[in-house]
C-alpha cells in the first residue's frame, strides 16, 4: 500500500470517527483529544509506509 492510499484510508477513517463522536454527543473537549491521537497514529502509519516504499525501491545491495 502507498504513502497515499495509506493517508486517504486513515482520513476516511478519521472523518467517520468524528462523525461517530458528534452523532454519539461526545463533548468537543474529549473528541479533540481522541481525534488528535488518531490524526498523530495516522501520520505515523502514513510516515512509516513511505519509508517501506523508499526502501523498496533501493537497489538490493543498498537495502540490505
Not at 468524528?18 to 510516515?47: I, K, Y
Given at each position: 500500500?502507498?504513502?497515499?492510499?495509506?493517508?486517504?484510508?486513515?482520513?476516511?477513517c478519521?472523518?467517520?470517527?468524528?462523525?461517530a463522536?458528534r452523532?454519539a454527543?461526545?463533548?468537543?473537549?474529549?473528541?479533540a483529544?481522541?481525534?488528535?491521537?488518531?490524526?498523530?497514529?495516522?501520520?505515523?502509519a502514513?510516515?512509516l509506509?513511505?519509508?517501506?516504499?523508499?526502501?523498496?525501491?533501493?537497489?538490493?545491495s543498498?537495502?540490505?
Amino acid at each position: 500500500m502507498t504513502a497515499d492510499s495509506t493517508a486517504r484510508n486513515l482520513t476516511d477513517c478519521i472523518d467517520a470517527l468524528a462523525s461517530a463522536l458528534r452523532d454519539a454527543g461526545v463533548p468537543a473537549e474529549e473528541s479533540a483529544g481522541l481525534l488528535a491521537a488518531a490524526a498523530q497514529a495516522t501520520m505515523h502509519a502514513v510516515m512509516l509506509d513511505a519509508l517501506l516504499d523508499e526502501a523498496a525501491s533501493l537497489p538490493v545491495s543498498l537495502a540490505a
